[in-house]
Protein backbone atom coordinates (compact mmCIF):
# COMPACT_ATOMS: atom_id res chain seq x y z
CA UNK A 1 0.00 0.00 0.00
CA UNK A 2 1.10 2.88 -1.40
CA UNK A 3 1.70 5.88 2.09
CA UNK A 4 -0.43 8.15 -0.09
CA UNK A 5 -3.31 7.61 -2.10
CA UNK A 6 -4.84 9.88 -4.73
CA UNK A 7 -7.25 8.86 -7.69
CA UNK A 8 -5.67 9.80 -10.87
CA UNK A 9 -8.87 10.56 -12.64
CA UNK A 10 -9.23 12.20 -15.39
CA UNK A 11 -11.72 14.81 -14.02
CA UNK A 12 -13.83 16.72 -16.54
CA UNK A 13 -15.97 19.31 -15.53
CA UNK A 14 -17.88 22.57 -17.10
CA UNK A 15 -16.62 25.54 -16.07
CA UNK A 16 -18.06 27.33 -13.42
CA UNK A 17 -18.58 23.87 -11.18
CA UNK A 18 -16.67 22.84 -7.82
CA UNK A 19 -14.34 20.42 -7.82
CA UNK A 20 -13.44 18.16 -5.39
CA UNK A 21 -9.78 16.74 -5.33
CA UNK A 22 -8.96 14.26 -2.19
CA UNK A 23 -5.61 11.92 -0.96
CA UNK A 24 -5.64 9.45 1.76
CA UNK A 25 -2.47 8.80 3.71
CA UNK A 26 -1.51 5.87 5.92
CA UNK A 27 1.07 7.59 8.28
CA UNK A 28 -0.26 9.31 11.30
CA UNK A 29 2.69 10.93 11.60
CA UNK A 30 1.92 13.13 8.78
CA UNK A 31 1.25 16.75 10.49
CA UNK A 32 2.07 19.01 7.26
CA UNK A 33 0.03 19.34 3.98
CA UNK A 34 0.15 20.32 0.66
CA UNK A 35 -1.38 20.70 -2.73
CA UNK A 36 0.71 21.80 -5.99
CA UNK A 37 -0.75 22.22 -8.93
CA UNK A 38 1.47 21.08 -12.08
CA UNK A 39 0.68 22.08 -15.30
CA UNK A 40 2.13 20.27 -18.65
CA UNK A 41 5.83 20.45 -18.91
CA UNK A 42 6.35 22.25 -15.58
CA UNK A 43 7.25 21.96 -12.31
CA UNK A 44 4.70 22.01 -9.70
CA UNK A 45 3.70 24.85 -7.99
CA UNK A 46 2.14 25.30 -4.40
CA UNK A 47 -1.72 26.40 -4.00
CA UNK A 48 -2.33 25.82 -0.06
CA UNK A 49 -0.04 24.55 2.66
CA UNK A 50 -2.02 23.69 5.96
CA UNK A 51 -0.52 22.38 9.21
CA UNK A 52 -2.59 19.37 11.54
CA UNK A 53 -6.09 19.84 11.17
CA UNK A 54 -9.11 22.33 9.87
CA UNK A 55 -9.76 24.13 6.96
CA UNK A 56 -8.10 27.47 4.84
CA UNK A 57 -9.29 29.27 2.24
CA UNK A 58 -7.63 31.28 -0.34
CA UNK A 59 -9.41 32.86 -2.57
CA UNK A 60 -11.51 30.54 -4.89
CA UNK A 61 -9.00 27.35 -3.21
CA UNK A 62 -10.07 25.67 -0.02
CA UNK A 63 -8.29 22.58 2.00
CA UNK A 64 -9.78 20.90 4.58
CA UNK A 65 -7.74 18.14 6.77
CA UNK A 66 -9.14 15.52 8.83
CA UNK A 67 -6.23 13.77 10.29
CA UNK A 68 -8.72 11.63 12.24
CA UNK A 69 -9.64 10.16 8.50
CA UNK A 70 -6.62 10.19 7.40
CA UNK A 71 -7.90 11.94 4.48
CA UNK A 72 -7.71 15.83 2.64
CA UNK A 73 -9.33 17.79 0.14
CA UNK A 74 -8.95 20.50 -1.48
CA UNK A 75 -12.15 22.24 -3.38
CA UNK A 76 -11.78 24.52 -6.19
CA UNK A 77 -15.21 27.12 -6.29
CA UNK A 78 -15.66 28.71 -9.78
CA UNK A 79 -13.34 26.63 -11.77
CA UNK A 80 -11.75 28.01 -15.08
CA UNK A 81 -10.21 26.68 -18.10
CA UNK A 82 -6.79 27.52 -16.48
CA UNK A 83 -7.59 24.89 -13.87
CA UNK A 84 -7.23 22.00 -15.80
CA UNK A 85 -3.87 20.79 -14.29
CA UNK A 86 -2.41 17.59 -12.85
CA UNK A 87 -3.14 18.69 -8.79
CA UNK A 88 -0.86 16.94 -6.68
CA UNK A 89 -1.10 15.94 -2.63
CA UNK A 90 2.04 16.35 -0.62
CA UNK A 91 2.81 15.55 3.07
CA UNK A 92 5.43 15.06 5.57
CA UNK A 93 5.92 14.08 8.93
CA UNK A 94 7.87 16.83 11.16
CA UNK A 95 11.05 15.45 11.10
CA UNK A 96 13.53 17.55 9.54
CA UNK A 97 14.37 16.89 6.40
CA UNK A 98 11.81 18.03 5.08
CA UNK A 99 11.28 15.60 3.05
CA UNK A 100 7.73 15.28 0.93
CA UNK A 101 5.77 12.38 0.24
CA UNK A 102 3.56 12.35 -2.55
CA UNK A 103 0.16 11.68 -4.68
CA UNK A 104 0.30 10.22 -8.22
CA UNK A 105 -1.24 13.57 -8.85
CA UNK A 106 -5.47 13.91 -10.36
CA UNK A 107 -5.45 15.27 -13.67
CA UNK A 108 -8.43 17.98 -13.98
CA UNK A 109 -10.12 19.19 -17.49
CA UNK A 110 -12.30 22.47 -17.23
CA UNK A 111 -14.03 22.12 -20.22
CA UNK A 112 -15.51 26.06 -21.35
CA UNK B 1 13.46 37.36 -9.04
CA UNK B 2 13.91 34.62 -11.73
CA UNK B 3 12.34 32.08 -9.45
CA UNK B 4 14.48 28.37 -9.26
CA UNK B 5 16.78 27.97 -12.76
CA UNK B 6 17.50 24.82 -13.74
CA UNK B 7 19.27 23.85 -16.89
CA UNK B 8 19.46 21.74 -19.38
CA UNK B 9 15.51 21.75 -19.73
CA UNK B 10 16.10 18.75 -21.95
CA UNK B 11 19.00 16.41 -21.82
CA UNK B 12 20.17 13.14 -24.08
CA UNK B 13 22.84 10.69 -22.83
CA UNK B 14 23.83 7.82 -24.49
CA UNK B 15 23.79 5.00 -22.08
CA UNK B 16 27.34 4.69 -19.74
CA UNK B 17 27.71 8.49 -20.69
CA UNK B 18 27.74 10.89 -17.43
CA UNK B 19 24.48 13.42 -17.04
CA UNK B 20 25.08 16.72 -14.71
CA UNK B 21 22.39 18.46 -13.74
CA UNK B 22 22.18 22.33 -12.77
CA UNK B 23 19.90 24.03 -10.19
CA UNK B 24 20.32 27.88 -8.85
CA UNK B 25 17.86 28.28 -5.82
CA UNK B 26 15.89 31.58 -5.87
CA UNK B 27 17.89 34.55 -4.33
CA UNK B 28 18.39 34.08 -0.86
CA UNK B 29 16.83 30.55 -0.34
CA UNK B 30 19.90 28.09 0.71
CA UNK B 31 18.28 25.04 1.26
CA UNK B 32 17.71 22.77 -2.06
CA UNK B 33 16.02 19.70 -2.70
CA UNK B 34 16.04 16.93 -5.78
CA UNK B 35 13.07 15.08 -6.75
CA UNK B 36 12.55 12.92 -10.01
CA UNK B 37 9.33 11.97 -11.30
CA UNK B 38 8.06 9.26 -13.39
CA UNK B 39 4.86 8.95 -14.73
CA UNK B 40 3.88 5.82 -12.76
CA UNK B 41 5.26 6.68 -9.90
CA UNK B 42 5.03 10.15 -8.92
CA UNK B 43 7.59 12.26 -7.60
CA UNK B 44 10.39 10.92 -5.29
CA UNK B 45 12.80 12.45 -2.95
CA UNK B 46 16.27 11.76 -3.83
CA UNK B 47 18.46 14.86 -1.73
CA UNK B 48 17.89 17.60 0.71
CA UNK B 49 21.11 19.85 0.73
CA UNK B 50 22.59 23.02 2.14
CA UNK B 51 25.11 25.59 1.35
CA UNK B 52 28.21 23.14 1.53
CA UNK B 53 26.18 20.08 3.15
CA UNK B 54 24.15 16.95 2.57
CA UNK B 55 21.05 17.07 5.07
CA UNK B 56 19.50 14.14 3.44
CA UNK B 57 20.38 11.71 1.00
CA UNK B 58 18.22 8.88 1.93
CA UNK B 59 16.24 8.92 -1.73
CA UNK B 60 19.51 9.10 -3.41
CA UNK B 61 20.92 5.51 -5.24
CA UNK B 62 23.85 4.23 -3.48
CA UNK B 63 25.53 4.04 -6.73
CA UNK B 64 26.17 6.46 -9.77
CA UNK B 65 24.24 9.45 -8.24
CA UNK B 66 25.87 12.18 -6.06
CA UNK B 67 24.81 15.69 -5.17
CA UNK B 68 26.28 18.63 -4.13
CA UNK B 69 25.37 22.19 -3.39
CA UNK B 70 28.86 24.38 -3.36
CA UNK B 71 29.27 27.63 -1.19
CA UNK B 72 29.37 29.21 -4.61
CA UNK B 73 27.38 28.25 -7.58
CA UNK B 74 24.61 26.03 -8.46
CA UNK B 75 23.39 22.70 -6.71
CA UNK B 76 24.77 19.75 -8.94
CA UNK B 77 22.67 16.49 -9.22
CA UNK B 78 25.55 14.41 -11.36
CA UNK B 79 24.09 11.06 -12.44
CA UNK B 80 27.49 8.69 -13.85
CA UNK B 81 27.00 5.79 -16.13
CA UNK B 82 23.58 6.56 -17.06
CA UNK B 83 21.19 3.73 -18.19
CA UNK B 84 17.55 3.95 -19.86
CA UNK B 85 15.77 3.85 -16.29
CA UNK B 86 17.19 7.05 -14.92
CA UNK B 87 15.22 8.57 -17.60
CA UNK B 88 12.94 10.87 -16.15
CA UNK B 89 12.18 14.41 -15.13
CA UNK B 90 14.44 15.81 -12.30
CA UNK B 91 13.06 18.97 -10.39
CA UNK B 92 14.79 20.76 -8.16
CA UNK B 93 13.31 23.04 -5.29
CA UNK B 94 14.64 25.33 -2.78
CA UNK B 95 13.20 27.44 0.23
CA UNK B 96 15.02 29.84 2.72
CA UNK B 97 14.74 28.14 5.95
CA UNK B 98 13.60 24.85 5.45
CA UNK B 99 9.82 25.57 4.73
CA UNK B 100 7.34 23.06 3.84
CA UNK B 101 5.90 24.63 1.05
CA UNK B 102 9.10 24.80 -1.40
CA UNK B 103 9.05 26.65 -4.55
CA UNK B 104 10.11 24.05 -7.82
CA UNK B 105 11.52 24.49 -11.36
CA UNK B 106 10.56 23.85 -14.32
CA UNK B 107 12.75 20.70 -14.41
CA UNK B 108 15.35 18.63 -16.54
CA UNK B 109 13.93 15.91 -18.54
CA UNK B 110 16.82 13.50 -19.03
CA UNK B 111 16.26 10.91 -22.08
CA UNK B 112 18.53 8.45 -22.05
CA UNK B 113 19.46 6.64 -25.43
Known amino acids: QKEVEQDPGPLSVPEGAIVSLNCTYSNSAFQYFMWYRQYSRKGPELLMY??SSGNKEDGRFTAQVDKSSKYISLFIRDSQPSDSATYLC????????????WGLGTSLAVNP | NAGVMQNPRHLVRRRGQEARLRCSPM?????VYWYRQLPEEGLKFMVYLQKENIIDESGMPKERFSAEFPKEGPSILRIQQVVRGDSAAYFC???????????FGSGTRLTVV
Open chain 2, 27 to 31: KGHSH
Open chain 2, 93 to 103: ASSPGGQYGYT
Open chain 1, 90 to 101: AMSDAGNNRKLI
Open chain 1, 50 to 51: TY
